[in-house]
Each structure stands twice: as structure tokens, then as C-alpha cells.
């Protein structure tokens, strides 16, 4: 009211500026803004308004880069009219920033402005609006100190109310046509009465004289009285008639509120792929069809659709009556009003009232529901469908309040409880200290304290817990008889600290018992369903995959409906170098006559999207309905970028993105879709071409099976890759190549040779990682030799899938053995232990509650921070029990000599200083922003969102070790490595045993017992190696005082693999890890130094270590691990087997 009236804001919404509170503010600031407006537009509400606003002020609309776009300014200037520069980026021209900036000179009596070079005559008329698309965009510093920034983001409040009118106008068009009269009723009306106040005070103003003398003024003040009272007596009749609408009106708002609920869940869908961008556009479109799906109103068409075949039928008098048409069409033409007939009749509605209307909008919340997830479910990615399923379930049973928000943030962050007491003995091999201080946390739920003490019937009933949690399904199974009747939703908690394996299952199975089957099963994709709900404005955007193709289903449909290459009706453009104005003109044409356009690959023309975006911009403005654009991009990704950083990056623009119906039809990925693909890719043909058929047919379904094989292993994260290897067809069908040339040149097979050409060239030119080029071929010693034509085993760890004989099969035979032969999948047949598995379910549940915690900041999901204030006690707890900083200065005064063991020592002091400073920095300056000492920055807001989702904050792990752990486990590993360091350096010798996992950099101090052995033995240390000796100690009182030579350590885990503990001093060796058990913990290590000469490999393995489960670039050194006489290494390279430094689950 201060900075607008009611008139004014009764002229905007007649404008179209949206009616609700968020969107009059922004209009009232823009309005009143001294400096000129930039406007965050994603749903581009506010640019409709400024467009129909600024029209009377001969509104010119510009782009940055636009060839006149300094004339258009120049012009504007001088005779005062407004500009709008409508989607920029993140960017000003420098041209503009004088009139950004705002900064005008004076020459004489005018005021002038520079712009380029000239000076222009400045009109104080003259108004300058931008506008962005982009959602969340970053501009310069000087951008924002000189413009008023605007957020025009639709709010969900907002949004419920356009889609409730929305609603309302597709079940009730009457009253939302009344609706709309009233409301244009009452803007007139306060238009009205401020048109009439002002004329009075003008006339009273201007009145001369004694007022009562002035008869005309009087009758002028009665006769808008008059009016005033006739307006307002009006406008009382039309708000009570309102009134009533509203009443009406509000039963279908639960409709509303659901078709909001699920955009701001689309819109928050972009924090977890740069992919997931939608309009708000499209999404009204998708609402508009969903509620005609189930529309109660009947257009009668039928019968004036049948009405001329019914005269025709007999041929003569047809044309007869077709010569008579004068009389009848001009009875027709002067009678509109039948013509509007059939419009009322379509309009005729059937009131519901009672339970008829609350079941009739209970049906249209679920259609909305399945309309939206469906439009929204065929363009995730396959990994991401349970994810947004169970998100949808999660935001939905919390509205409705289902579930509690605070037991929502217990099931997603999984807190520990800071003061558990130790594990009891009789649990201990079931959870671990961790998963107890989580359980503590939970059973202060009320669901579990209904049930009684969580921890303590665990430790009384510890062989029913034992249980379920050994069986294969926990899921499925009944808990101990006191927590039984737990709901599925308290249920998960359970699975989420105790079983993260079984969570994708259990999800499965409670999305299906709140939303149905159809929000799991997914039906294949249908090209022609989904061109049913295109247009002209809307392309088409195809996810490419390796193995799924959309070319064919695109021209497959273009023929269908009479688009061919031959006509002209369809053009496919594969884009790259060159192709950029024959896609332009393709587009223009197409638009104008009606083509089809296809344009593949345009992820590999990064700098000419923009130029698509305004060319679609363009035709969407011509295009005739027949008129389609299809296009098609791989995913982001970049090399050396984890996957999960790979997958935020902007390939394609926003724009394109929110106005395209995405289609991620992903290839099935298990093993045997993988073969049965990888042999569809050679022909008959191409067998026929070889001089050895027979080895030609072996050696390629080896091939395939490799290539299956080398797909389906990356699913298991870094136990099976430590990256994301791009392995495509294009690998397997120039190897197929490279192998029909080689057995045509040779007289025998040259074994050896393939392995090296398909291994390190053709597949081993993407990996970069030697450990995993180890595992590649690794694969190939297994598969490429001599025994494939003997019937040998083609799966490494199975023997249930054989090699066929090749002299006996043809094409189709093999066809049909993979069909009818191939086994169930498992982990065997990669090689893997079955913990594998456990360890894929473990991160794939882990990864759907990260990207629930990720995604819970808006819409009504659970979880998330916001409030620093709430990271208080926290901040408290962990300043309380920070170590404090080493005294570098004391310690260097009482040391003696300079060993390579006291370096080590020294340096990782230094480091730790360097964290722990780092830590009580942070946590004090935020503490001062909590108390409102310091202004609070984006690091402060960042470190308090990690403390309230216990996680450890960016700057913390900048200066630490590589780690997985949350920040509870973190800090209380941080701990220990205090405490070992305060203890080795008030020592300043050697601790009985080191736990080596506790250093920044254990390399460094593997290199010290390389270093000592060198000095000792006066050799290089070039040419010193690390070898090690598994002891059958787990405890350091068990371990003689010193070692015969080197040095104990401890602290390793074992993953891919278990240990097997020798009897007296021999050694043991490593062998099959136990079910469920991931990363069993070694015994305490000798690890001494030899020269390289003197080592010996046999019955070792090269066993690396990696100091996390990421490994990759954790990679520390390999060692020496033995194995059991009768072993061999090709089967522990396949497993995957490796030390770890940490646990991450510990």
C-alpha cells in the first residue's frame, strides 16, 4: 500500500501480472526502482507483464548481440522510449554500461548520455527493463550494485492459485468465466473510483472563490457522488457474489496444491542433472491434458460430424443439393447464435456437491500426479526414476501429514548420537560402532519408543535381531516381536543403518503401496504416444546412450504419417563442423512447409547452441502444426571429472531444455541385453569374409561377451572401475574388424596379439587407470585363448555358460544360444564376490537418501538446513572436543637427530596444525555470525548446511585426507590421528605398531622404511621395494617389542577378498570374503624393505593399496599378499581385491 494502491495493482493483473502477493511486491519495486530492473524470468510471467505494461511507451524489444541493438538504444534514448532486453545471459555488452550505470553528462541545458561513440541526447522518459531465462544465473559485482535485481521465480503459493484457476476453468468453465468478469469488474471498479477521487480534489483545486457559489462545481461534486455510491454499491454486490465463487472454488484448491507440489519437484530435478530443466509452459499443457483425460464435459460433435455423409449417399441428389446453397448458406451466415449452440452445450457441466465433488478432486490430484511423472519420468535417467519416485511419495505423505518432518530428516541424514555408549559384545559382529550411535538416535522416535528401547531389546533379543539381519530379504521379513507392527516408513530406518543393501527394494515396494504400480513399472517407450502430446512448439530432446538409437523409431513415425527423405518431408542432419547454416535453413524451411528436422549430436557444437536457441525462438512464431524438431545429445561428461560432478555440467541451454519433451530411453544394461546387443552388431556377412569361419565365430562371440562383460563391471562402482570408462560399439566393431584381418593373415591364430590389440589399444586407449587396465586384460587372458574352441567356460567365476562349438553353430544358432543358454546374473560372472553386489545395493540406497537430502531444500521435502542459527550446539560440541595444535615449537627442541622416521613425523604434525587451525577458524567465525557479531558470507552458510547434514564442510577437506566418512566419524577419526601423533612425537621414536591409515600422506612414511633400508645397506633406494608379512596378531600386546626388520603397521581393510589367518608363524593367505562382510580388517602388518632384485612374486599377488573405497587417484603403493598354494592371481585381479586404509561404513 505504501509503494503501490490497489489501482495500481488492480492495472497490472489486468495487464497480466500474476494476482498473488509475491508478484505485486516485485511489480511495486519495479515500479518505484530508481535504477533500472533486472528480472530472474524463468517462467517468463514477468516479461508478459512488462510487454503488455510498456506498450503504450513504444516498447522496443532487443538481444544482446543483436546486429541493431545499439541503434534500437540510440533511437529510445533521444525520443524517450522503453527497452527491453529480453533472455540474456550472464553477461552486459560494456557498450551498455554507461546506461546501466546511468551515467548522463551535461552539455549545456540537456542531458546527454555516451554510448559507444557518441554522445545522445537523454529523454527522462526513457525506461530500460532486462530480462533473464536462466534460473539461478551469477552476474558480475557491478551488475548488481547497479541494477535492481528482481525475482520473478513463480512461488509455490502462487502457483497453486494459477493452477486452481486453471482447474476450475477446465471442470467449471462457468464459474471461471464469472470469476474472470468479477475480478476485470472490480479492477474497473478501483480504477474507477481513483479516476474519481482525483477528479474531485483536481476540481476543488482549481475552484475559485466561495465553493458554494459555484453551482457547476456542485453539480459536478453531486453527479460524481453519485457515481462513487453506484460504483460501490456495485462492487459490494460483485466481492459477495465473489465470495460465493471462491467458497465453491476452493474445494478443487487440493488439486492445485498437488500440480505445484510436483513442479517445484521438477524444478528442484535440475540439482541432480543439468538435463532435468522444465518450464512452467509445459507443464500447464501437461495439467490441461490430464484433466481433459477425465473430463465430465461431452462435446457433441458426432452428430454434425455424420450429418453430410447421411445426404450424400445417393450420388445424384448430392450434387443437386449442392445446387441450391445460396438460401441455405445465407440462413446460415445471419445465424450465429446456432453456431454457438454446440459451445454451450460442450460448456454444460454436472455440479457435484458433497462426496461426488471430494472423490471427482481426489481423481483429478492423481491424474495431475500420473500426468506430470510420466512427462517427467520418460526424461530421467534410469538411476534416477526410483529417486524421484520415492521423493514424490516422500513430499506427498508429508503434506498430507503422514509422516513427521523431523522423522523425515531422521530417515535422510541418519544422525548419530554423539554420546552411545560402546557396542555391547553380543551385537558387535552385527553392527557396528557407528550404526549403534545411529540406532541411538532413532529409538528417540515416538514410533520406536511406543515399541520400547531399540539398543536394549537388541542387546536382550540379540539372536532375533541376528536374524533378520542376516536374511536375504530383511525387507520382507518380520522384525523381533516388540518392533513387528513398525510402519513400512519407520521400518526403513531400520534398513537405511542397518541394511543401506536392501533400501532400493524396500523403496520399490513403499512407493508401490502408497502410489501404485504404475509409479514403478514403466511401460517401454511408445514414439507415437509420445508425439501425441507434441507440437509445434515443442522439439523433441533424445538422450543418446551407448546401444539406444532413436533414429530409426523417429523415421519409422516420419513414414508412417508420409515424411520421408525422398519427399523432403524429413531431414536428418548429423551435426559437427560446417553443418551449422545447413540446420538454420533446415529449421526455417521446415517450419514454413510443414518438414520434420532432425538434428543429431548437437552437444558437439557448444558455441552455435545459442545461435539454435533464437532460431527456434524464431520459427515457433511461424510454424505450421505439422512442423517437428527433434534433437539428440549424449550426456555431459568431461574426462578425469567424477560422474557425479561430470553430470551438473550446462552442454545444452537452459531455454532449449525447458521447452523440449526429453525421452531418456536408456538400452538395457544387465549382461545378457549387453551380449545379445554386442552380436547384433556383425552380420553374417562379415563371418563369411573370413578364411577361418571357425575361429572367426568363437573368437568374436568371446569378443562380445568381453564387451558385455567390460559394460556390466561398471555398474559396480571402483570395485569394478575406479572410473566411468566411455567403452562403446565403436570399440567392438573395429575389433571385430582388427580380428577378421588378423585371421586372415595369419596361418594361426595369434593369440597373443589380440589380447594387446584389444586390450591396450582399442579398449585400453580410454582407461587411464593401470589398475583397471590390469582388470581389462585380465578379462582377455581368460577369454582370448587356444581353449575357446575346446567348450571352455567363457563366465570367469561361473561354469555354467560354456564357449559353443563353433563348427557346429551358424549366425542364428548363436542367436539363439544366447537366448536359451545364457544364466542369471550375478557377480560371478564378472568375476566379483557376491559382496560386490551388497556393496552396489549399499551405494545405490545410500545414493538415492544423498540425492533426497540434496534435493529436500524446497517444496515441501524433508530435511535440509536454512537456519545457521541451528548448527549452535553443534558448533559447541565440536569446538569442545577439538584437539589442540601440536607444539611444533617444543618438539623440534627435543630432537636429537634428523631420521627419515622423525621427518615423517614432523611433517605430518605440520599438516594437521595447518586443519585443526582451519577448524577452530571456521567454527569461531561462524559463531560470531550466529551471534550476529560478523555478517554471515556463503562459506559461513555453507559450514553450517554441512554441520546440521553431517558432512564435512569443503574448506575442511581441502586441507585433509582423502575421506568418505560423515562428519561425526570424520571427527572422531580426527581424533585418533591427533592422539597417534601426540603420542609418536612425545616419543620422537617409533610406536610399537603405526597406524599408517592415520597419515595425510603413508606413502611418505613407507618411503622412511625404503630410506632406513637403504642407509643400512648402503644401497640406492632406487632400488628398494616394500614387501610385506601378514602377521596373526589384531592386537599390539600380542606383537614382540620389536620387529626382526622394518617396521608394524596397521590399520588395512580388505575389499573384494577376506583373509584366512595362519596357524602359529606362518603366514596366511587371502581367500573368499564371508557374505555381508565388505571390508574385513587385516591383522597387523610387517612391512619391511628389500631390494627389488631379492623380491619374489611366487603364489603373491600384486595387491594395491588405496587409502578409500573410491580408489583411483587414492592409490598409495602394491604389495606383496599371499595366496593359497592351488590359487592363482588372474582370480583375484577380476575380484577386484585390494587393501583400503579406511572403512567408510566404520
Not at 527493463?129 to 520473478?152: G, R, V
Request: hydrophobic residues 40%.
Amino acid at each position: 500500500s505504501i509503494l503501490a494502491t490497489d489501482a495500481q495493482m488492480a492495472s497490472w493483473n489486468t495487464q497480466g501480472l500474476p494476482s498473488d502477493r509475491i508478484s505485486g511486491e516485485n511489480g511495486a519495486i519495479m515500479t518505484n526502482s530508481e535504477r533500472w530492473c533486472l528480472i530472474i524470468d524463468p517462467q517468463m510471467q514477468g516479461i508478459v507483464w512488462i510487454r503488455k505494461k510498456e506498450e503504450d511507451n513504444k516498447l522496443q524489444i532487443t538481444r544482446m548481440g543483436q546486429k541493431k541493438m545499439l541503434q534500437i538504444f540510440e533511437l529510445s534514448i533521444d525520443h524517450g522510449a522503453s527497452v527491453l532486453i529480453e533472455n540474456m545471459g550472464e553477461g552486459i555488452d560494456a557498450v551498455l554500461q554507461p546506461v546501466i550505470a546511468r551515467n548522463t553528462l551535461r552539455r549545456g541545458s540537456k542531458k546527454m548520455i555516451k554510448l559507444g561513440d557518441k554522445e545522445i541526447n537523454y529523454s527522462p522518459n526513457f525506461r530500460l527493463f532486462m530480462q533473464t531465462k536462466l534460473s539461478n544465473p551469477h552476474y558480475p559485482p557491478e551488475i548488481q550494485a547497479e541494477c535492481t535485481l528482481i525475482n520473478f521465480t513463480v512461488t509455490e503459493a502462487g502457483l497453486e492459485d494459477q493452477l486452481l484457476f486453471l482447474v476450475v476453468v477446465l471442470e467449471r468453465p462457468d464459474l471461471a468465466r464469472t470469476k474472470s468478469q468479477l475480478i476485470q469488474q472490480q479492477n474497473e471498479f478501483k480504477v474507477k473510483l481513483a479516476e474519481l477521487e482525483a477528479l474531485l480534489l483536481e476540481k476543488l483545486a482549481n475552484a475559485e472563490g466561495d465553493i458554494l457559489d459555484d453551482a457547476d462545481l456542485i453539480i459536478g461534486l453531486e453527479d460524481a457522488k453519485k457515481t462513487s455510491d453506484d460504483v460501490k454499491e456495485k462492487a459490494v454486490i460483485a466481492q459477495e457474489t465473489q465470495a460465493r465463487i471462491d467458497e465453491t472454488m476452493e474445494f478443487y484448491r487440493p488439486a492445485g496444491s498437488r500440480g505445484a507440489l510436483f513442479f517445484f519437484l521438477m524444478m528442484d530435478l535440475a540439482k541432480c542433472h543439468s538435463f532435468y530443466k522444465f518450464s512452467l509452459d509445459s507443464f500447464v499443457v501437461v495439467v490441461t491434458r490430464a484433466i481433459n483425460s477425465i473430463s465430465l464435459r461431452k462435446p457433441k460433435e458426432v452428430p454434425v460430424e455424420e450429418a453430410p455423409p447421411a445426404e450424400g449417399e445417393e450420388g445424384a441428389p448430392a450434387e443437386e443439393e449442392a445446387a441450391e446453397p445460396d438460401e441455405d448458406d445465407d440462413e446460415e451466415e445471419e445465424a450465429p447464435p446456432e453456431e454457438a449452440e454446440p459451445e454451450e452445450e460442450e460448456e454444460e457441466i454436472i455440479e457435484l456437491t458433497g462426496k461426488e465433488l471430494t472423490q471427482r478432486v481426489v481423481k483429478l490430484s492423481e491424474t495431475i500426479t500420473m500426468f506430470g511423472f510420466n512427462y517427467t519420468r520418460r526424461g530421467l535417467f534410469d538411476t534416477h526414476k526410483l529417486t524421484v519416485a520415492s521423493l514424490l511419495m516422500f513430499r506427498l505423505l508429508q503434506r498430507q501429514g503422514k509422516i513427521d518432518k523431523d522423522e523425515m530428516r531422521m530417515l535422510v541424514m541418519a544422525p548419530v548420537d554423539p554420546n552411545a555408549p560402546p557396542v555391547p559384545e553380543n551385537v558387535r559382529d552385527m553392527v557396528s560402532d557407528m550404526m549403534w550411535s545411529q540406532l541411538r538416535s532413532v529409538e528417540n522416535v515416538e514410533a520406536f519408543k511406543k515399541c520400547g528401547s531399540l539398543t536394549s531389546n537388541m542387546e536382550s533379543d540379540s539372536l532375533g535381531w541376528k536374524r533378520w539381519y542376516a536374511a536375504e530379504k530383511a525387507e520382507a521379513e518380520d522384525l523381533p516381536r516388540s518392533f513387528r507392527d513398525l510402519s513400512s516408513f519407520h521400518r526403513l530406518m531400520l534398513l537405511r543403518i542397518m541394511r543401506p543393501d536392501r533400501l532400493g527394494s524396500a523403496l520399490t515396494e513403499f512407493v508401490h503401496q502408497e502410489l501404485g504400480t504404475d509409479y514403478i513399472d514403466q511401460p517401454p517407450f511408445d514414439m507415437e504416444e509420445t508425439y501425441a502430446e507434441s507440437s509445434n512448439f515443442s522439439p523433441f530432446f533424445f538422450v543418446l546412450f551407448p546401444g539406444s538409437d532413436p533414429t530409426p523409431m523417429i523415421e519409422g513415425l516420419a513414414k508412417k504419417l508420409g515424411k520421408t527423405s525422398a519427399n523432403g518431408g524429413f531431414v536428418n542432419i548429423s551435426m559437427g563442423q560446417g553443418q551449422e547454416d545447413v540446420a538454420i535453413t533446415a529449421l526455417k524451411t521446415g517450419a514454413e512447409v510443414g518438414n520434420w528436422v532432425y538434428l543429431a549430436n548437437i552437444h558437439l557444437m557448444q558455441a552455435w547452441l545459442k545461435d539454435l536457441e533464437r532460431c527456434l525462438e524464431i520459427v515457433d512464431e511461424t510454424s505450421v502444426p505439422e512442423f517437428r524438431v527433434f534433437l539428440s545429445s549424449e550426456p555431459p561428461s568431461a574426462s578425469g571429472v567424477a560422474p557425479e560432478v561430470a553430470c551438473m555440467l550446462e552442454t545444452i541451454p537452459e531455454p532449449i531444455l525447458q521447452k523440449c519433451i526429453k525421452v531418456s530411453d536408456e538400452a538395457p544394461q544387465d549382461l545378457k541385453s549387453n551380449l545379445r546387443r554386442a552380436f547384433s552388431k556383425f552380420s553374417p556377412d562379415l563371418i563369411d569374409e573370413c578364411a577361418k569361419p571357425k575361429e572367426f565365430k568363437a573368437c568374436l562371440f568371446a569378443l562380445c561377451f568381453f564387451h558385455a562383460l567390460v559394460l556390466g563391471r561398471r555398474r559396480f562402482g571402483p570395485q569394478g572401475y575406479s572410473r566411468n570408462y566411455p567403452f562403446n560399439d565403436g570399440d567392438l566393431t573395429i575389433s571385430g574388424s582388427v580380428l577378421k584381418n588378423y585371421l586372415n593373415a595369419y596361418e594361426n591364430v595369434p593369440w597373443p596379439d589380440l589380447r594387446y590389440m584389444f586390450g591396450d589399444i582399442m579398449y585400453g586407449g580410454h582407461i587411464t587407470d593401470p589398475w583397471d587396465r590390469r582388470c581389462t586384460n585380465a578379462y582377455l587372458q581368460h577369454l582370448i585363448v587356444p581353449d575357446l574352441l575346446a567348450n571352455m567356460n567363457l563366465a570367469p567365476g561361473s561354469s555354467v555358460f560354456k564357449s559353443p562349438d563353433a563348427s557346429k553353430l551358424g549366425y542364428a544358432q548363436y542367436q539363439k544360444y544366447i537366448e536359451e543358454k545364457f544364466p542369471g546374473e550375478a557377480p560371478q560372472m564378472f568375476g566379483l564376490h557376491s559382496n560386490a553386489e551388497i556393496g552396489y545395493l549399499t551405494n545405490q540406497g545410500n545414493s538415492i537418501f544423498g540425492a533426497v537430502a540434496k534435493l529436500s531444500g524446497g517444496g515441501g521435502g524433508g530435511g535440509g538446513g536454512g537456519d545457521i542459527g541451528a548448527s549452535a550446539a553443534m558448533i559447541t560440541n565440536l569446538l569442545a572436543t577439538l584437539p589442540l595444535e601440536l607444539d611444533m615449537f617444543e618438539i623440534r627442541g627435543r630432537i636429537d637427530g634428523l631420521t627419515p622416521y622423525v621427518i615423517v613425523s614432523l611433517q605430518e604434525s605440520e599438516r594437521m596444525n595447518v586443519l585443526l587451525a582451519e577448524i577452530k577458524r571456521s567454527l569461531l567465525e561462524l559463531e560470531l555470525g550466529i551471534s550476529g557479531a560478523l555478517n554471515v558470507t556463503d562459506m559461513m552458510e555453507a559450514l553450517a548446511d554441512d554441520l546440521q547434514t553431517n558432512k564435512v564442510n569443503a574448506g575442511w577437506e581441502k586441507r585433509a585426507y582423502p575421506s568418505l566418512k560423515p562428519l561425526s566419524n570424520w571427527f572422531a577419526d580426527l581424533i585418533l590421528r591427533v592422539g597417534q601423533l601426540k603420542e609418536w612425537t612425545d616419543a620422537l621414536s617409533l610406536l610399537k605398531s603405526l597406524w599408517v591409515a592415520g597419515f595425510f600422506n603413508p606413502m611418505s612414511f613407507l618411503t622412511a622404511v625404503m630410506q632406513v633400508n637403504a642407509r643400512a645397506t648402503m644401497q640406492p633406494l632406487d632400488f628398494q621395494v616394500v614387501r610385506i608379512f601378514v602377521t596373526n596378531a589384531r592386537e599390539t600386546k600380542d606383537l614382540p617389542d620389536v620387529p626382526a626388520q622394518g617396521v608394524y603397521i596397521h590399520g588395512f581393510y580388505m575389499e573384494g577378498a577376506g583373509w584366512e589367518e595362519g596357524k602359529g608363524d606362518e603366514e596366511g593367505y587371502i581367500t573368499d570374503s564371508k557374505i555381508k562382510d565388505l571390508h574385513p580388517e587385516m591383522p597387523i602388518i610387517n612391512a619391511f624393505a628389500i631390494l627389488d632384485s631379492e623380491m619374489s612374486w611366487e603364489n603373491m599377488y600384486n595387491c594395491p593399496i588405496f587409502v578409500t573405497a573410491v580408489r583411483g587417484a587414492t592409490f598409495v603403493l602394491a604389495v606383496n599378499v599371499r595366496m593359497d598354494a592351488d590359487d592363482f592371481e588372474l582370480r583375484w585381479i577380476l575380484a577386484g581385491a585390494a587393501f583400503l586404509l579406511s572403512d567408510d561404513s566404520a
